[in-house]
């Protein structure tokens, strides 16, 4: 049925993982907690949204999954249950596969892509688990319906739904960077996937440059044609779009506000008094550039003598993919990294770097971000990076600085496009929080990296209005310009 006059219209947001986290507590029983985020909060509002996506645990009974279903539909999901693929289809081609070459990686070379086998069963598995996504939307679709289908997990979604019925309204959105022609063009199914998400309405990408990326991509790939509003290709136009992901920053200044979160950061400055504090916030993954952060720090150790024992690296590196074999590998290289520097740098009453392999909840990290002196955002590439949105929304107290990799998405909408070159920093001031996301004024400094920029960076540090961001590479070499 089409909404009626007045009614909001029915969107289905579909995604690989839905924004809920579920456990079971008997044989029918589950607990369920949604998961705030910046997508939930903003689409809830404009639409009568229903999630679509795999419910994060594996359930191989039915009685389980009715029971489950039955719960979730309560909170407006859907769940799709992937058990039969869900190894090849989410291990292997999404993060095995996908996830590297989207964020510039290139295609692994390692033992478990080598061969023609492995890679076809995932690519299957892959197509398969699309499949059961669709047959989920078949059964909940209604006349009239938007269908909103999320990130690199759900590429050949748009397609199967077109084939189903060419009337849906059609939309795919990229949380993840697209990288350059020259680095997709290494993916065997390159042509498929862009087919497929081609035959959607509307694309959305977070930065100009992704979008910038897919239609070079496209237009070198499938000779299809690139205009300002997207892609032509026989007269069918598929749009493209930049729509960059925010946060709720009220939420974050909220919980700041909290007695119980006062005294968390009460209890954070006491127990690292006299040290400055800059923090880490990362899923552990090999983009994040948390062993580039690590080899930056040791590096400021080394040089700065003074500094040990006066700074301290508080690193929360959220466990994520553990089934898939780059991402055991970088954890290992991780604590490599952290036994060495903390042996050499370290005393029985302090070290330096304190790592965690979990992930904190959301009061304690807003505490967290609250009392932090920098926040090191070292991404090797990235989406967006929410972190470091989510940091200077924090600092409504303190006046610390955000060290951004400009490789981050994130580094293009805090930068408004600046660039970085050799010998120059761009500073960009925010005045108040994100509470005023549009209302942003910049300052632009051309300078050297001498000694004028501390000054200029202390002096900034100490506008109680203003929050520093710097765009940096990795982080290397900059922590000493800053302290
Ligand atoms: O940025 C891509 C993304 O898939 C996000 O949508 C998601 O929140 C994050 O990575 C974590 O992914 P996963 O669901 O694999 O834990």
């Not at 892609?231 to 919980?255: C, H, K, M, S, Y």
């Not at 303190?398 to 930068?415: D, H, P, R, W, Y």
Request: with cysteine; hydrophobic share 40%.
């Amino acid at each position: 049925m089409t909404p009626a006059c007045g009614e909001r219209p029915k969107l289905l947001v579909v995604a690989n993982r839905l924004p809920v986290s579920a456990k079971r507590t008997g044989e029918n029983s589950w607990f369920l907690e949604m998961s705030p985020g910046g997508l939930v909060s903003g689409v809830t509002a404009q639409f009568d949204t229903k999630w679509v996506g795999w419910p994060g645990v594996d359930v191989y009974d039915e009685v389980g999954k009715n029971a489950l279903s039955k719960a979730l539909a309560e909170m407006k999901c859907i769940p799709v249950f992937l058990e039969e693929v869900f190894d090849q289809y989410y291990n292997g081609y999404c993060n095995g596969i996908l996830w590297p070459i989207l964020h510039h990686m290139g295609l692994p070379q390692d033992d478990h892509h080598d061969t023609n086998k492995t890679s076809q069963t995932q690519y299957d598995a892959y197509k398969k688990a699309n499949r059961l996504f669709l047959d989920v939307i078949i059964d909940n679709y209604e006349e009239g319906d938007i269908v909103w289908c999320h990130d690199y997990h759900l590429m050949f979604l748009p397609q199967y739904l077109k084939e189903y019925n060419s009337k849906i309204k059609v939309g795919w959105f990229l949380h993840s960077p697209f990288p350059s022609s020259e680095v997709y063009k290494t993916l065997p199914s390159r042509s498929e996937l862009l087919r497929s998400v081609l035959t959607a309405d509307l694309l959305g990408f977070h930065t100009y440059d992704f979008a910038r990326h897919f239609v070079s991509t496209c237009t070198r790939i499938l000779g299809v044609e690139g205009t300002h509003e997207g892609i032509v290709d026989q007269g069918r136009v598929t749009r493209v779009a930049v729509f960059p992901i925010g946060i709720d920053p009220d939420r974050f200044i909220r919980t700041c506000k909290l007695p119980e979160v006062i005294q968390q950061m009460n209890e954070l400055k006491e127990r690292f008094s006299g040290k400055k504090v800059i923090l880490g916030v990362d899923r552990l993954d090999m983009i994040k550039g948390i062993p580039q952060k690590y080899l930056g720090f040791e590096k400021f150790l080394e040089e700065n003598p003074n500094w040990r024992h006066k700074v301290v690296l508080v690193q929360i590196a959220v466990p994520t993919r553990n089934g898939v074999p780059e991402y055991q590998k970088v954890k290992t290289q991780v604590h490599g990294l952290v036994g060495r520097i903390n042996g050499r740098f370290g005393s029985v009453s302090s070290l330096p770097i304190h790592h965690l392999d979990c992930s904190v909840n959301f009061n304690y990290l807003c505490a967290l971000y609250a009392i932090a002196d920098v926040m090191l955002v070292t991404s090797l590439r990235d989406g967006m990076n929410l972190v470091s949105y989510e940091f200077v929304a924090c600092q409504e107290a303190e006046k610390g600085v955000l060290v951004l990799s400009e490789f981050a998405g994130a580094g293009q909408s805090l930068g408004a496009g600046a660039l970085l070159s050799k010998n120059r920093l761009i500073i960009l001031g925010f005045f108040g929080t994100l509470t005023e996301p549009m209302h942003r004024r910049t300052k632009e400094m051309d300078l050297k990296l001498n000694p004028e920029v501390k000054g200029t960076l202390e002096a900034l540090c100490n506008d109680p209005k203003t929050t520093v961001v710097v765009l940096s590479r990795t982080g290397r070499n900059i922590l000493d310009q800053i302290f």
